[in-house]
């Protein structure tokens, strides 16, 4: 007669109870190494940023087109206040935009800074208008014509447009 010690005896009778526990504690290690990878950056900014695009164009696309029509609403008036203020509203929702695509840095500069043209063809454009707003808010007698604002609510719209934030 083989005598089978207690401990083996003990498993084989909980052998579907041990199997659920060490499932449980699998999956909860597999996740915390996943969420640490994830948050010390060791897979890249290129993750974050793919992510923070995604999330960005399904979160703020309706805030976005809101705020789009009012743009193209201070633009038709052709007041110089309402000028700037689309302007800056413009400016505004890039800045937002930038952030939630995961972009680093303290000011809009440096995310412009970041941004190469193949991921938005009008850069270089985009950082002639932002120095614009700038101006605009530095020298509060610099004012802009309905046209030169047209033109830089344009830069903005197609930089919108390529982000799929706009039609």
Not at 115 to 130: G, T, Y
Not at 142 to 159: L, N, Q, R, V
């Amino acid at each position: 007669m083989i005598i089978i010690s207690p401990i083996i005896n003990f498993i084989i009778e909980n052998l579907l109870l041990l199997q659920i526990i060490s499932l449980i504690i699998s999956s909860i290690l597999l996740f915390l190494s996943i969420y640490f990878i994830v948050k010390s950056g060791i897979i890249g900014r290129d993750i974050e940023h793919f992510l923070g695009v995604l999330t960005a164009k399904d979160i703020g696309k309706r805030r976005s087109l809101k705020s789009w029509k009012q743009i193209q609403k201070r633009l038709r008036t052709g007041e110089a206040d309402q000028l700037k203020l689309a302007v800056f509203e413009s400016d505004r929702i890039l800045n937002e935009i930038l952030r939630m695509a995961g972009y680093p840095g303290k000011s809009i500069e440096e995310c412009l800074g970041q941004i190469s043209p193949e991921q938005i063809s009008n850069i270089e454009e985009l950082r002639q208008a932002h120095k614009l707003k700038n101006r605009l808010v530095s020298e509060p007698d610099f004012s802009i014509t309905k046209s030169e604002a047209g033109i830089i609510i344009d830069i903005y719209k197609k930089a919108f447009q390529e982000l799929n934030l706009i039609e």
